[in-house]
């Protein structure tokens, strides 16, 4: 076995990973709040779990892992201000918040697929089938003494825990010092949080639930103590999110379930950093946030944006860039053209000595960059058979997830960013027409006209190029 160095935000060392009950690794990836797309900025928390588990795999091990829904009590702010985000989106798009929930989950559930995770291993709990669990857990909190009412909700009183804050060694002094300008003037402490909210009478919310505190709903921590509770036990191995969560959101899963539990909660605290966008935060109010689908609409795989992703570590902050993107369809692109071209359908051997080096590289706290490049390496490597680089090279995909094992030549084709190539005479008759239109007024020699054409088709989304023996067509 070789040893799996993970860098841990409870006490900001890199450390040997040992697994809680041998051979098995219990993970915890905080999830989507569904009520609009997870933008790119998301989707990297996400293809960083998948990574890391994927490295779990890599290394023997059987993975339970959790990722949570969020359609409940996640509010505009994360100090419990503000509207409920899923109340609010339903207000937005004029619709009931079930088809909030139901749109947003599935699009993410799409977005996952589409990346190449595999969602079918993982155990997707939501919150508002959860609430059972969520009350028992502050009755729990409440028979210890953690709690305390206010006008508006049951709150968590954080001084009552010595080692509030620990996550990231958060300076709640500091927090105190800036306590005037804290809204909630009935809150004993600065970092106090809900966990359970009154339903404001002024307001008619879809979703509200009967307590033994009165009709609320559970404010947005809980969920995460109760649910990986219940799914994976009073501790576990490893639990993940965005750098954004240390502060407040995992600080306050940590008080919770500790309360409750008597014992440590996660083993390994790991996070992502951001992604920015153009040098920016990924923001409503900037106006730069990207989904995933905006990356399809611009001709892009989605294969090409984990791709890119992976060749930053996921602890740096990376600016996302389409030109940045586009370097990266052309070098998935390379890829899959050697290997569907080149290397043959015959399994040969792992080369050891690559299969080694990246070993080394992914269990070195997820060292993806590294691994790409080696990753290049072999391809360049001519002393290496074929069959052994097709070999090496699917093993490593186990972990980079680039979709190797499903190669073929359409996806070489899709990557190529020309899209798929069709048949001049299988084309609907009003494309068939402008491309034969196009085709007579580049014959004589009219570019002017044969460019608009061009712009034309393009704007119907066909894409044409002139090869000797007459004009290709794509679809974009
Ligand atoms: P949310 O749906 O807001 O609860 O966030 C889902 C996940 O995305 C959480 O793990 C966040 O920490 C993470 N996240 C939010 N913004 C970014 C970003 N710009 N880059 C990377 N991760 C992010
Ligand atoms: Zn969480």
């Not at 490893?238 to 407040?248: A, E, L, Q, S, Y």
């Not at 494309?431 to 004589?444: F, G, N």
Request: glycine content about 8%; aromatic content about 10%; overall charge negative.
């Amino acid at each position: 076995m070789k040893p799996i160095l993970l860098q841990n935000t409870l006490n900001n060392k890199k450390e040997e990973f040992t697994p809680r009950r041998d051979g098995v690794v219990s993970m915890y990836n905080c999830g989507p709040t569904v009520y609009n797309y997870a933008h790119i900025g998301n989707l990297r928390a996400y293809i960083f779990a998948d990574v890391l588990k994927r490295m779990f795999a890599y290394n023997d091990y059987d993975i339970k892992q959790v990722i949570n829904i969020t359609d409940v009590g996640h509010l505009t702010s994360d100090a419990d201000e503000g509207e409920d985000k899923i109340e609010s989106g339903a207000k937005r798009e004029g619709v009931k918040v079930q088809k909030i929930i139901k749109q947003y989950t599935d699009a993410f559930m799409d977005d996952m697929k589409k990346l190449n995770i595999d969602i079918k291993e993982i155990e997707f709990p939501k919150a508002t089938e959860h609430i059972p669990e969520q009350i028992a857990f502050i009755q729990t909190l409440d028979e210890k003494g953690y709690t305390y009412k206010t006008s508006d909700g049951i709150y968590f009183d954080t001084s009552l825990r010595e080692d509030y804050g620990k996550l990231g060694n958060i300076d709640t002094k500091g927090l105190e010092e800036g306590a005037r300008i804290e809204k909630n003037k009935e809150k004993k402490n600065p970092t106090d949080f809900a966990l359970w909210k009154f339903s404001d009478p002024k307001e008619q919310r879809e979703q509200e639930w009967d307590s033994p505190w009165g009709v609320g709903f559970p404010g947005w921590h809980i969920e995460c103590s109760a649910m990986s509770r219940k799914l994976l036990g009073n501790q576990i191995d490893v639990h993940t999110g965005g750098v954004d969560h240390i502060p407040v959101h995992h600080n306050n899963e940590i008080a919770q379930t500790e309360s409750v539990t008597g014992k440590q909660f996660v083993n390994y605290w790991m996070h992502n950093e951001h992604l920015m966008i153009e040098g920016q935060k990924i923001s409503k109010s900037i106006g730069n946030t990207v989904y995933l689908r905006n990356i399809e609409d611009r001709g892009f795989s989605p294969l090409s944006f984990r791709y890119w992703l992976l060749t930053s570590h996921y602890r740096t902050q990376t600016n996302f860039t389409w030109e940045a993107l586009e370097g990266a369809q052309t070098a998935l692109f390379k890829l899959h053209k050697h290997f569907v071209e080149e290397y043959g359908t015959k399994n040969g051997e792992v080369n050891q000595e690559y299969g080694n080096k990246f070993h080394e590289f992914i269990n070195d706290d997820l060292d993806t960059p590294k691994a790409i490049a080696l990753l290049w390496d072999l391809v360049k490597d001519e002393s290496i058979p074929k069959e052994d680089k097709r070999s090496t090279l699917l093993s490593f995909d186990k972990v980079l997830g680039l979709g190797l094992d499903h190669s073929n030549k359409k996806l070489v084709t899709l990557l190529s960013g020309k899209g798929e190539k069709l048949e001049i005479g299988k084309l609907p008759k009003t494309i068939k027409a402008l491309v034969d239109e196009r085709e007579k007024a580049r014959k004589d020699k009219d570019f002017e006209k044969a460019d608009e054409l061009r712009d034309k088709l393009k704007e119907k989304g066909y894409e044409i190029e002139d090869k000797e023996d007459g004009p290709e067509v794509h679809k974009i």
